[in-house]
């Protein structure tokens, strides 16, 4: 059973960054490499919002409202993928969550996703 935990979230100003982790467990290093990650965000009383995605192939997708700010990379030796958020904004508050799949080559965008995180708060506020 894989399981992912993500960690990095916190408090920031508007114009602040964080870099988020996720890191998978219950899989070896080499397998991982073949399964796609993505992030989620929810705010309460929405419907979850994917956010970001990379494949088995490391090719990334962003949704429009965090393009040119956020960045999905990936070291699968260690079985973690980050997101790296910069010029953070209000509207940026959120739970995240980290999601993967073994169906690694499809486009990430794509839903279901087998395995989830528990998340990781981001409040973006002044």
């Known amino acids: 059973q894989v399981e992912l935990v993500e960690s990095g979230g916190g408090l920031v100003q508007p114009g602040g960054a964080l870099r988020l982790s996720c890191v998978a467990s219950g899989i070896e290093s080499y397998y991982y490499g073949y399964y796609r990650t993505a992030w989620f965000r929810q705010v309460p009383g929405k419907e979850r919002e994917w956010v970001s995605c990379?494949?088995?192939?490391?090719?990334?997708v962003y949704s429009d409202s965090v393009k040119g700010r956020f960045t999905i990379s990936r070291d699968d030796a260690t079985n973690t993928v980050y997101l790296q958020m910069d010029n953070l904004k209000p509207e940026d508050t959120a739970v995240y969550y980290c999601?993967?799949?073994?169906?690694?080559?499809?486009?990430?965008?794509?839903?279901?996703?087998?395995?989830w995180g528990q998340g990781t708060q981001v409040t973006v506020s002044s």
């Open positions: 999601a993967t799949d073994p169906q690694g080559g499809a486009y990430c965008p794509v839903l279901p996703y087998t395995y």
């Open positions: 990379i494949n088995s192939g490391k090719g990334t």
